[in-house]
């Protein structure tokens, strides 16, 4: 079992800046990719960011060029640096990780971006 804790949530004004923090802990093997998703109220959970064990990383569109995904192996912690935010980046935002034979979620932390 892999637990994930997450951390960075918070209420921000638009324009402005947070990060998130997700730290693996447990069974830990291989973390092949770990990234973020978000869901808004009423939509579907959507993938923001993912960074392969390799570092090639993939954006969701409407945040490339604001939000960096970065991972330390060393603490197998994830992040995600958000710039420039945006009312519409509001949602509950969820840390996943895969590894070779299992994936799991964080519990969710809430970024709210008041306009």
């Known amino acids: 079992q892999v637990q994930l804790v997450e951390s960075g949530g918070g209420l921000v004004q638009a324009g402005g800046s947070l990060r998130l923090s997700c730290a693996a802990s447990?069974?830990?093997?291989?973390?092949?990719?770990m990234g973020w998703y978000r869901q808004a109220p009423g939509k579907q959970r959507e993938l923001v960011a993912a960074?392969?064990?390799?570092?090639?990383?993939n954006y969701a569109d409407s945040v490339k060029g604001r939000f960096t995904i970065s991972r330390d192996n060393a603490d197998n912690t994830v992040y995600l640096q958000m710039n420039s935010l945006k009312p519409e980046d509001t949602a509950v935002y969820y840390c996943?990780?895969?590894?070779?034979?299992?994936?799991?979620w964080g519990q969710g932390t809430q970024v709210t971006v008041s306009s």
């Open positions: 960074i392969a064990s390799g570092d090639d990383t």
């Open positions: 996943k990780v895969v590894t070779t034979y299992n994936s799991y």
């Open positions: 447990g069974s830990i093997r291989s973390l092949n990719v």
